[in-house]
């Protein structure tokens, strides 16, 4: 398909300050907890408010969520506080109610963006509508998938796409409730880098205390924004209330946060990082290798009866080595040390084998 450009998703008003922030509660249960949340999230300069309206559950009986009337809290929120609203899409009809009732965002949630019928149904009721919708990766780890979700969106010509990061279902849920699996979304950052990227550490930890720190370790891989979920009363949640904090607690969390350098340049710096990474595990690997063929070396030695040092053989490696060496623009002294060192390590790994 063709190559991809997005459109930016900030609203008129929203700092393109990282971290973007999109905090309130997981679910809209009644009017009052709506109102409450978004005043106090909204006095602390949260400009965009998420609470669902349709819960995907687990199991069956838990709160399947409020429904088509919490948009109209949604509208108050608006109204009242001047913040932007965002609510999980899951059908067609969703997507209706909320265009209807003036919902600002859209998400697809994790255990929709894992099916393309479902996607591609999202994308058909989307089509000719100008909202920012914002994909959950899958909640199993396909780069692929999350891929194949932003690319039935934007052939139907939605061009404000953001992702975020919830994380990977796993059995191990020792400490986190879905695994972080950071490689996934800083590949998907290399192959789209206009993408505005968010962090949802609260589905991710599905703890309160694993919030502070998954958000800064986002911040830290150069995520545009985070999605927290804040509610009133966490502990009187009807849903996910092991990972909500208040309002206050969310303002605490935010200004710990320490922002480190623009945009640009920690992107080009991550990427080129990671090439060292590469280059060194190769170095390393060659290193290993050229040990192992030192041990074969001393073997035959032993079994020939032949002494280790062999001084025309060195002095031959050095001068050859360190000419090439200059002619790729490495200076010759340092090529020499390093020759140095790699060869009394060769003969330190031939006499262990020689004295076995
Ligand atoms: C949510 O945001 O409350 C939610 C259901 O998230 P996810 O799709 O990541 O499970
Ligand atoms: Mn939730």
């Known amino acids: 398909m063709e190559t991809m450009h997005f459109e930016s998703i900030l609203l008129p008003g929203v700092d393109a300050k990282r971290p973007i922030v999109i905090a309130g509660p997981c679910s809209a249960e009644t009017e009052e907890q709506v109102m409450s949340t978004a005043k106090q999230l909204s006095d602390r300069g949260i400009k965009l408010f998420r609470a669902g309206i349709w819960k995907p559950r687990t199991r069956p009986g838990a709160f399947e969520g409020?429904?088509?009337?919490?948009?109209t809290w949604l509208q108050r929120v608006k109204e009242e506080y001047g913040m932007y609203t965002a609510t999980e899409v899951a059908t067609p009809k969703h997507v209706e109610e909320c265009l209807k009732h003036g919902v600002d965002v859209l998400w697809i949630g994790a255990r929709t963006s894992v099916n393309p019928f479902a996607v591609q149904d999202i994308a058909d009721a989307l089509k000719g509508t100008d909202i920012p919708v914002l994909i959950k990766n899958p909640v199993n780890p396909d780069l692929d998938l999350w891929i194949g979700c932003i690319e039935r969106l934007y052939l139907a010509g939605v061009r404000k796409l953001g992702v975020i990061h919830r994380g990977f279902s796993s059995a191990d849920k020792k400490?986190?409730?879905?695994?972080?699996?950071?490689?996934?979304?800083?590949e998907l950052r290399r192959r789209y880098p206009d993408l505005p990227m968010f962090c949802d550490p609260s589905h991710i930890g599905g703890k309160r205390e694993l919030i502070s720190s998954i958000s800064q370790q986002a911040m830290d891989l150069n995520f545009d924004g985070l999605m927290i979920e804040s509610h009133c009363n966490p502990d009187g949640?009807?849903?996910?209330?092991?990972?909500?904090?208040?309002?206050?607690?969310?303002?605490?969390?935010l200004s710990l946060l320490v922002i480190r350098e623009g945009k640009q340049t920690t992107e080009s710096l991550t990427e080129l990082r990671k090439q060292i990474d590469e280059i060194d595990d190769?170095?390393?690997?060659?290193?290993a290798k050229r040990m192992r063929v030192s041990r074969e070396i001393g073997t035959y030695k032993k079994e020939h009866n032949m002494q280790i040092l062999q001084a025309q053989r060195y002095s031959e490696i050095l001068e050859g080595r360190i000419d090439q060496a200059v002619k790729f623009g490495i200076d010759g002294n340092c090529m020499k040390k390093i020759?140095?060192?790699i060869h009394e390590e060769s003969v330190r790994q031939q006499m262990q084998v020689m004295n076995a």
């Open 66 to 71: 409020i429904g088509t009337v919490g948009l």
């Open 175 to 186: 400490i986190y409730r879905n695994l972080p699996q950071w490689h996934i979304p800083i």
């Open 237 to 253: 949640a009807w849903s996910d209330k092991d990972q909500q904090v208040t309002p206050d607690i969310l303002d605490y969390i």
């Open 282 to 287: 190769q170095l390393l690997e060659v290193l």
């Open 339 to 341: 020759l140095e060192v």
